[in-house]
């Protein structure tokens, strides 16, 4: 019989050590990210004192795996509407700490004596802050609900986008020794297309696909599903020239506004749990005794320009996009590690023979050193809040609340061009992209498949079926208004008309050339002029009603899978009668009526709702009777109006915040002796009601001969009885005090 394989060997060795450092760090209450990476060093081929594992090659594809896993279940939670909703916080911030680190990064390699690639490459490591990391700190430090959260979350995707960017730049610097603009715009251009076009395509289809699917969806089958749909888009994503990572996000960010992104997340989590310990394990293995030394002054220092360059700059960022100086400080505060990105940066340089091999351990360890210190940088954000308010002057602090408040601010007229423009250009684009899109699958796909087939008719069958298919997103982009409201407020004022008017030439142009320019690719170049002029003019005129009509029907049904989640818990797209609708809520273990019989709820006449239905896991309880129990984790579906709706939701699914952070009290199982002056001797558990009086529980009563009583209410206490008790700590050690050793506490 042969040995076990050395990937099974290295997995059981990894587990055993980080199950075991990662227990001695949370008695320590340390986070447990720290614990990981220690386990890392220890099974590491840098530390001689303990086993070693045999092939990191597997180590680092499961590493991989758990960059991807975790990506995407932070997809889960942060969708594309959240990420639009902090867009221009996002974006600036973004900005501000990628261009100032760069720039520090680049100095200090200089100064470093490193060479102009070692400094430019190190400077592009150093911008960027690593999701994986700030999702776990976040978790651990139950910080993941908490304003600022979601700002970083969004600062971190926008990140990620540059990153791509940034890697095509730093491979033409490389590669030419110059930057050229136009690789720049090409793949930013490509980001942007291929980012609408799997977010139409996913929200077009899969929400209908799980509904569809949804009957046989227990939670093994929503598992590889959902890991399957992961796992494709990371493949294509990779294909067409992006990072693994984003395609995990995105796919997670698609997911997210279904009905069963909950569902997902909650299975996929032990997934998640397992590989995302073997990334900061793996990350941990790069830890070397041998270059921390060696290269101790440029680590320490570049690990020092991290923490104060992330933290000065986010800050820095997040002042500038308008948001308050402690939701600043708590965001500038969590950006202060690099992690993945660093590492894949530096191994492009590595494979493209342009940076010095001493440059990716030093990045390892300024990684590991400041991964390690994240947790109490997030610590340390709320005092350091504190010490700034005390010492800067009060009137440099009213400069920044009058700053924050100005930019929050609704201007009117501004605000209403603001919200136009941004309507119609995100309207252009996206019906643009998607017009694109169909022109690049019928010349690449279907005009060879129908040439194949009909060497005479081919092009025009190709021509006809995909002006067809194009119809309703031309006439979208040419003439569906932005907001008929906005339109309204805008055309008020002569000054208005013009750019007004601009606009809705600039989007006929652009149908316009779509149309000539796919007939020209298809026909000749003067044919697709006649015939594009010729097809325009008639589809204004006689096929806009109609045209106008199927788009609205896709663009329905787009919105509808877009909010599925939301409109399931408002029920806004399932009105019944007047402003009655069905609705769908998730039950919170919190939830007051958890446990309890319909019938004793009382949802009827407290809040004016009927229970219509109760979804248990894969079973569902259709009109349900007064027996029926709600238990945690159901999903009832309610009738009753927006307002009885709303003030049940939040009774129901509760507050998720983690403002305050409780210590959860463990139950503790002891026993206490019947003293011979105990006023307990005579009396029964039934009269002294010990468990609603002192929130403690009597498991048995032994005997002093040794018999064993179960509490049955009826037995009453003797002198020298030994009494079993199960509660919390504090309660007990009450109860003990009052009612078995007669001396109560004395309040003052």
């Known amino acids: ?89 996002a974006v600036i911030t973004a900005l501000v700490v990628v261009a100032g680190m760069m720039f520090v990064g680049y100095g200090a390699g200089r100064l470093l004596h490193f060479t102009y690639l070692d400094s430019v490459f190190l400077g592009a490591m150093l911008s960027m802050s690593s999701t994986t990391i700030i999702i776990k700190a976040f978790t651990d430090l139950n910080l993941r609900k908490k304003a600022f959260a979601n700002l970083v979350f969004g600062v971190l995707i926008v990140e990620d986008l540059f990153a791509v960017v940034m890697m095509v730049i730093l491979s033409s610097i490389a590669v030419k020794n110059t930057f050229e603009g136009a690789e720049l715009l090409e793949s930013v251009a490509k980001l942007v297309f291929f980012l609408i076009i799997w977010f139409v395509v996913g929200v077009a289809v899969l929400p209908i696909f799980l ?32 990072s693994s990572a984003l395609g995990a996000f995105v796919m997670g960010s698609i997911l997210a506004g279904t009905n069963e992104a909950e569902r997902i997340g909650k299975v996929v989590g032990p997934v998640k749990d397992l590989f995302g310990a073997i990334f900061f394990v793996s990350v941990g293995m790069l830890v070397s005794p041998d270059a921390l030394s060696q290269y101790a002054l440029p680590i320490c220092l570049l690990s020092l320009v991290v923490i104060v360059g992330q933290v000065f700059f986010g800050t820095v960022g997040m002042l500038a996009s308008g948001q308050s100086l402690k939701i600043s400080m708590q965001s500038g505060f969590s950006f202060s590690q690099i992690g993945e990105f660093a590492f894949i940066i530096a191994s492009l340089g590595m494979s493209l023979n342009v940076i010095d091999k001493f440059l990716y351990p030093i990045v390892v360890a300024v990684s590991v050193i400041t991964t390690f ?25 009213s400069v920044i609340d009058r700053y924050s408040q100005s930019q929050t601010e609704i201007k009117p007229h501004k605000a209403v061009w603001k919200e136009a423009l941004t309507q119609y250009l995100w309207r252009v684009v996206l019906y643009s992209a998607i017009i694109v899109a169909i022109i690049l699958i019928s010349k690449s796909w279907f005009m060879p498949l129908m040439l194949d087939i009909l060497p005479g008719w081919g092009r025009l069958i190709t021509a006809v079926v995909t002006l067809v298919v194009m119809s309703p997103f031309l006439w979208a982009l040419m003439v569906k208004e932005v907001n008929m409201n906005l339109i309204k407020k805008l ?44 097809l325009f003019i008639v589809v204004l005129i006689l096929l806009s009603k109609r045209i106008q009509k199927q788009f609205t ?12 989640r939301e409109l399931r818990k408002t029920g806004r797209n399932t009105s019944l009668v007047s402003d009655m609708h069905l609705a769908y809520m998730d039950v919170n273990a919190d939830c007051p009526f958890a446990g309890r019989r319909l019938m004793d709820s009382n949802l009827r006449k407290e809040y004016g709702v009927n229970v219509v239905s109760i979804q248990r896991g894969t079973k569902r309880i259709n009109i349900p009777k007064g027996e029926t129990r709600i238990f945690p984790g159901d999903t009832i579906g309610v009738i009753g109006t927006d307002d009885q709706i709303q003030s049940l939701l939040a009774v129901v699914e509760g507050s998720s915040s983690t403002d305050d952070e409780s210590e959860n009290k463990e139950v503790t199982f002891t026993h206490v002796v019947v003293p011979d002056d105990s006023p307990l001797i005579g009396q029964t558990s039934s009269s002294l009601n010990i468990r609603n009086q002192d929130n403690c529980l009597i498991v048995g009563i032994e005997r002093a001969d040794g018999t064993f009583h179960q509490p049955d209410g009826q037995i009453r206490f003797e002198a020298h009885d030994v009494i079993w008790l199960a509660g919390e700590p504090d309660n007990i050690k009450q109860l003990t005090r009052e009612k078995i050793m007669n001396n109560p506490i004395q309040h003052t």
């Open 373 to 397: 210190l994240t947790p109490y940088c997030i610590r340390l954000s709320d005092p350091a809040y504190g010490w700034v308010e005390r010492h800067v002057p009060e009137k440099w602090l």
């Open 491 to 534: 055309g008020e004022g002569r000054a208005n008309r013009v750019p007004l008017t601009l606009m809705i030439v600039f989007r006929i142009l652009l149908a316009l050339f779509f149309i000539i320019y796919y007939l020209s690719s298809v026909h000749s170049q003067r044919t697709g002029v006649l015939l594009g002029l010729g």
């Open 211 to 242: 509904k569809k699917a949804r009957r046989f969806l227990n939670d093994e089958t929503l598992l590889i599903v959902s890991m399957g749909l992961c796992l494709g888009m990371v493949v294509l994503a990779t294909y067409v020239g992006f």
């Open 553 to 564: 029907r896709i663009e329905t049904l787009f919105m509808d899978n877009l909010n599925e």
């Open 1 to 89: 019989m042969g040995g076990l394989d050395s990937l099974i060997t290295d997995l059981a060795l990894i587990l055993i050590v980080a199950g075991v450092v990662t227990l001695l760090f949370k008695k320590l209450r340390q986070p447990v990210v720290l614990g990981y990476i220690v386990a890392g060093f220890l099974v590491g081929p840098n530390f001689g004192f303990f086993p070693t594992i045999i092939d990191e090659a597997d180590i680092n594809l499961w590493a991989e795996l758990g960059i991807i896993v975790l990506l995407f279940s932070l997809g889960l939670e942060f969708s594309f509407k959240k990420l639009f909703q902090v867009g221009s916080s």
